[in-house]
């Protein structure tokens, strides 16, 4: 599937000042909803994920639009999620819809400080079950080093689906120069922690693996037991992976974010 081209960069994106290394969030939004959807909370979320002024974000369970939701929440945002929790801070953002129903749609999303030069949603879903997507988008940053791959996943909750996802992955990966710079994050559903054994034979590296012997325990957020989110990478130095687990995080979505310093 070839990947769509997006429109030049902003004024302000077109600098002349080399990025050699760069700030990485992931997310699971749930939707903009917290634990068990007991409140709408995506304006506290936003300004969370602000606070870490992260220059990549890997978004989840991202509501693109919603038919009902505006006229049960007064401050439900009048622009797709993704769209409000970019605000001004990310001028560039990408949507890949996964899941569509008759209310709305949700999906991944990635929101840049640099330029999205392309992307696609490659669709991984099992017939039948739930409806799952890997957005893939491929990033420039400014000066003359190489595009950087930004691949956001959501993977199923069986693990017979996982590993048929993680299989589409790897071909996708396959795809891709053996040098180009890629970081592969979001969330894995993966708590038989299988994924890290599927993907090493593409040389993906677990930034938390790496660093720390295993994966980091990310769900539930108020009392992290399960690893279920992963930042991985390939041709590009990882530091300072951290889990976000201390409030305003633990009370924002049923999973606790993770983050990590990038260098090329």
Not at 113 to 127: E, M, P, T, W
Request: proline share 7%.
């Amino acid at each position: 599937m070839s990947i769509s081209e997006q429109p030049d960069a902003p004024e302000q994106l077109q600098t002349h000042t080399a990025v050699r290394r760069f700030t990485v969030l992931t997310v699971n939004t749930h939707k903009g909803f917290t634990a068990l959807n007991r409140r709408f909370i995506l304006p506290e979320l936003r300004e969370a994920v602000r606070s870490v002024s992260a220059d990549v974000v890997f978004l989840q369970e991202v509501h693109g639009t919603h038919e009902h939701h505006p006229q049960r929440y007064d401050n439900w945002p009048s622009m797709p999620q993704y769209e409000f929790l970019a605000d001004t801070l990310w001028p560039q953002f990408a949507y890949g819809r996964n899941a569509v129903y008759p209310a709305g749609d949700h999906g991944n999303a990635l929101l840049s400080k640099f330029q999205i030069i392309r992307h696609d949603n490659l669709d991984v879903s099992i017939s039948g079950h739930e409806n799952r997507g890997i957005l893939h988008c491929v990033l420039r940053l400014p000066g003359d080093g190489p595009e950087v791959h930004a691949i956001c996943v959501h993977l199923g909750l069986h693990e017979t689906h996982r590993t048929e996802q993680l299989e589409l992955l790897a071909r996708r990966l396959a795809e891709l120069p053996s040098d180009a710079p890629v970081i592969v994050a979001g969330d894995f559903n993966d708590w038989r922690q299988r994924a890290d054994a599927l993907l090493e034979p593409c040389g993906l590296r677990e930034v938390f693996a790496e660093h720390h012997g295993k994966p980091a325990r990310s769900f539930p957020a108020r009392l992290p037991m399960l690893r279920l989110d992963r930042i991985y990478v390939r041709n590009l130095k990882a530091s300072r992976p951290q889990v976000l687990v201390a409030r305003p995080w633990s009370h924002l979505s049923d999973h606790a974010p993770l983050s990590v310093e990038i260098e090329l």
